[in-house]
């Protein structure tokens, strides 16, 4: 069981970096339960994955493919939303409603 944090991010966003320091820090609290992917929404790639999900601004933290946080997480904010992912993908035993 793990989740995916997709962070969306800008070099030249000024929050992104608080960001950033939230979900690594997090990530470190549930070790290998936690897989993160920064996502550059200048580059090519980047900005065609925040299309998909319908990203209008950055930060924005998608879990498991789902927008969960816009904007700069507080570390409760975000434990409690990966809680509740781990608990769901848990309960079900495998990613419900990925796309």
């Known amino acids: 069981m793990t989740v995916t944090i997709e962070l969306f991010y800008s070099p030249l966003c000024l929050y992104c970096?608080?960001?950033?320091?939230?979900?690594?820090?997090?990530?470190?609290e549930f070790g290998g339960k936690i897989k993160v992917e920064e996502v550059n929404v200048l580059s090519p790639a980047g900005l065609e994955k925040a299309e998909k999900y319908g990203v209008q601004g950055v930060p924005t933290i998608i879990l498991n493919n789902k927008v969960k946080?816009?904007?700069?997480p507080t570390l409760q904010q975000l434990r409690k939303a990966i809680q509740r992912e781990l608990?769901?993908?848990?309960k079900y035993g495998f990613m419900r409603g990925r796309e």
């Open 17 to 28: 970096p608080k960001a950033k320091k939230v979900v690594l820090e997090i990530a470190g």
């Open 69 to 72: 946080i816009a904007g700069v």
């Open 87 to 90: 608990d769901r993908v848990g």
